[in-house]
């Protein structure tokens, strides 16, 4: 993809959202004539998602040479997430706690119907990574297994060495295919985008509708816009001081944070975060190892919007939160993240997880989950804007010892 | 013996099981039903090899075209013989059954009536035509999803260059691979084809296909004039290679798919018969024939065409000219969006009688009169289906010059 392809389609988006959300705020019905659109770019952006995350991951291991060179940009990356996700929590807990939300905050109004009792513990977390049928898990779409997978055929690559060549050559060539494909689903962003944003929109019943339930639970979704901008800021910072980039890569990267708020879905958004991140020129392990690890690991968003909820739903049933607790939720919301990868539905059980901690009784969750929908599309922006904050860092400190700014 | 036995010519191997089959399945009966295993082995080796032959030979396929504009010059090509030979055959279908009549008098309130579940709608069905996952496609065998992602990997594969080749390598020896397997498992043909015959022969028998005979003589006869006509037709006036020649080249395929009745079953070896004995260069081959085998149904809508007419006759509807205009346009159309259903003649056809404006009830009536001689006229059928694919294939690679005359002229080596 050429420049001027890049620089097309990224306004293609911006209008595809701007036009989207009028489309969903006033047509209402009409505007679900073009919710297969949406489906057809989701399908077109998952068709990518298994071979590339498999390809990129193998390649990118054995390109190292030597397993032992993951070890420093691996626990660095590893740290960089696990920091982030709890400062993260935190900024979304002391936000609550200064806005306070749940204050005057009235029972009785939109709850929906909880449905989830399935209960996690560490072992299955744990087991969820290894899968005992690595084709089933790639037919399921369970990535995490998948990149645990290639990362321990990568290694056994680079043992191998000089024998391997002729797989090493295989995958770093299907790398370059999938990415190619990439580049054509990135043409069908703007119209994806389109009804992706209109079609959830009109399907709540258009614009006064969802202006409604903003209404009855607004303070706590303000809480979050505000801590999920807040947050997004302070990764800026990060960017900027750490590794010298700064507005042009924001800019670079709108294609993919657009696609993560229009899907909701951070491995969906892989390919496209991976294109963008190549248009920056990020060395080739940051883009093949930090983003798909990432997309299933480093939930910025996530982390904070647990920490808000928690503080909210406390405060609405006058639960008292001590000092020490504070950081145990900053703690379990980071693990949480991590853990919830592997398991279907895994943020709405690590939330309920969350509040049997705290003490927060499961209806709670029914509150809040009437607008999860909008939050949602926040909070994977976040994540997938962590994930891309994290590739440029690990490329800066590890591999780009000349090349720290945009060209 | 032995020797012997693999010197002989594969079809006529196969021919003789064939007519063996019909004879034991008639003498043992119902005892027949005990045999059946070993053709239900041979079909499942045959489906084992279905969804890798398709992925790798149409990939491979698809970069030895060597550019986009050479896929979609016969891509064109091949959707236009498509729809233009099943529009041709469900013309044929429609104006025997206009002549002989084979509905008029005919009581079919017989058979249970068969309700139908609804076939998905056609917008639902284009969009599975794209995965949203690559390897739950190949583990579902959703053949359209495999065929589209071989395609746009194919052409990724083509523009990625040099950095591609160690892929396309890997494709190329893979596809050489499974041809070899389908060649092995051919070898297991003559006696699946003899379990499936006499299966049939034995469970049904001929007499099932004596109630229904106006009607079954009028479809047979409708595939004859379709086959000799428009194929052959195509072969000897169109393209200008010998007919005689075409037909006994592709027997393997056609006895095959009589005794499978399955197009996608029948697809391994339809492929090795077009590039083996036709002489058809790989990349044509490997994308026109698995398309072929999920969307071009000439016998199925010669088929559609004959039970239309039979019905509306039987149930003394009188059809205008442009009733019989209606139906083929919508058998050609819908043709193409059943294809991934399986015992698509029947969607298909409650699809056009719905057209004719026949209720589900009277519909459900005519499937089931029809249901239990299905298997024999099925087994037409397909025959018809696969010849088509293979007529269509012939003449697009006589146009891209993808053809080797030689061995097309050259005696069956399989």
């Not at chain 2, 391994?268 to 994308?287: H, R, Y």
Request: with cysteine; glycine share 10%; hydrophobic share 55%.
């Amino acid at each position: 993809m050429t420049k001027r392809h890049a620089l097309i389609i990224l306004y293609a988006v911006i209008v595809a959202v701007i036009l989207g959300v009028l489309a969903g705020w006033f047509m209402g019905p009409f505007a679900l004539k073009f919710s297969w659109m949406g489906t057809l770019f989701l399908n077109a952006l998952k068709m990518v998602v298994v071979p590339l995350i498999i390809a990129a991951i193998i390649s990118g291991i054995s390109s190292l040479g030597d397993i032992r060179k993951l070890g420093k940009p691996g626990s660095a990356t590893l740290i960089y997430f696990m920091a982030t996700m709890m400062i993260s929590a935190t900024v979304g807990m002391i936000l609550t706690e200064i806005l306070n939300p749940g204050q005057d905050f009235h029972l009785t109004s939109a709850t929906a119907e909880v449905n989830i009792n399935q209960s996690v513990s560490m072992g299955d977390v744990l087991l969820s990574l290894i899968s005992p049928n690595i084709v089933a898990s790639a037919t399921n779409f369970e990535i995490l297994p998948l990149i645990v997978f290639s990362m321990i055929f990568g290694a056994a690559l680079t043992v191998v060495g000089e024998k391997g060549r002729l797989v090493t050559d295989f995958f770093e060539s299907l790398n370059n295919i999938m990415m190619v494909i990439v580049g054509w689903v990135m043409f069908l962003s703007p119209f994806g985008v389109f009804a992706l944003v209109s079609t959830p929109i009109a399907e709540a019943g258009g614009g006064d509708a969802v202006i409604a339930t903003f209404n009855a639970v607004g303070s706590y979704m303000g809480t979050v816009f505000v801590g999920l901008i807040i947050q997004s800021m302070l990764l800026f910072m990060l960017l900027y001081l750490l590794s010298g980039r700064g507005l042009a890569y924001l800019r670079n990267m709108i294609p993919a944070l657009i696609t993560a708020m229009s899907t909701s879905s951070s491995s969906a958004t892989v390919p496209l975060s991976m294109d963008c991140a190549k248009n920056s020129g990020l060395a080739r392990e940051p883009i093949r190892l930090v983003i798909p690890l990432g997309s299933t690991v480093n939930m910025n968003g996530t982390a904070l919007y647990q920490g808000v909820a928690t503080i909210f739903l406390a405060q609405v049933y006058n639960i008292d939160i001590g000092f020490g607790d504070h950081f145990l939720i900053a703690l379990t919301a980071a693990m949480a993240a991590i853990g919830s990868a592997g398991i279907p539905q895994g943020g709405h059980v690590m939330t309920l997880m969350l509040f049997s901690v705290v003490g927060i009784p499961a209806e709670g969750f029914g509150l809040i989950l009437a607008v999860d929908w909008i939050l949602d599309r926040a909070r994977t922006t976040l994540n997938v804007w962590g994930d891309l904050v994290g590739a440029a860092l690990i490329d800066r400190l590890m591999y780009g010892k000349n090349k720290g700014f945009d060209a | 013996m032995l020797r012997k036995w693999f010197e002989t010519k594969l079809w006529k191997r196969i021919l003789i099981a064939l007519i063996l089959g019909v004879i034991v399945g008639t003498l043992i009966g119902d005892a027949a039903e005990n045999i059946k295993w070993i053709g239900d082995v041979f079909i499942k080796l045959i489906r084992m090899i279905v969804v890798p032959l398709i992925f790798v030979t149409l990939v491979s396929g698809v970069v030895a075209m060597g550019s986009p504009k050479k896929l979609g010059s016969i891509g064109i090509k091949t959707m236009a013989l498509y729809l233009g030979t099943t529009a041709i055959a469900i013309t044929i279908g429609l104006f025997l059954a206009a002549i002989i009549q084979p509905g008029n008098g005919v009581s079919i309130t017989g058979g249970d009536p068969q309700h139908l579940e609804a076939a998905m709608p056609l917008g639902e069905r284009m969009m599975n035509i794209i995965p949203s996952n690559p390897v739950a496609a190949l583990a579902e065998g959703d053949i359209l999803a495999v065929i589209f992602f071989a395609l746009i990997f194919g052409i990724g594969i083509m523009l990625a260059e040099e950095k591609a080749k160690p892929v396309a390598a890997v494709m190329d020896s893979a596809a050489e691979v499974v041809l070899k397997i389908t060649h092995l498992i051919m070898e297991v043909a003559p006696f699946g084809v003899f379990a499936l015959i006499a299966a049939v022969a034995g469970t049904k028998g001929a007499s099932a296909l004596l109630d229904v005979l106006p009607l079954a003589a009028t479809i047979i006869a409708g595939c004859l004039l379709h086959v000799i006509l428009t194929h052959g037709g195509l072969i000897r006036v169109v393209l200008g290679l010998p007919a005689i020649r075409f037909f006994k080249d592709i027997i393997d395929a056609q006895l095959v798919a009589f005794s499978t009745s399955s197009s996608s079953a029948t697809m391994p070896v339809t492929i090795a018969v077009a590039e083996d004995n036709l002489g058809i260069k790989s990349s044509v081959a490997s994308s026109v024939i698995p398309l072929g085998a999920t969307i071009n149904m000439d016998g199925t809508a010669i088929y559609v065409g004959v039970v239309a007419v039979f019905t509306a006759q039987s149930f003394g509807i009188d059809l205008q000219l442009g009733d019989y205009a209606l139906i083929a346009l919508t058998t050609t159309i819908a043709s193409i969006g059943t294809a991934a259903v399986p015992s698509a003649s029947l969607f298909l056809l409650a699809g056009v009688l719905g057209v004719m404006g026949i209720s589900a009830d009277q519909t459900a009536i005519v499937v089931g009169f029809l249901l239990p001689f299905d298997r024999p006229l099925d087994m037409i059928r397909t025959t018809v289906n696969v010849t088509g694919d293979l007529a269509v294939c012939t003449a697009v690679a006589t146009w891209e010059g993808e053809i080797d005359r030689a061995e097309f002229r050259r005696d069956p080596n399989v």
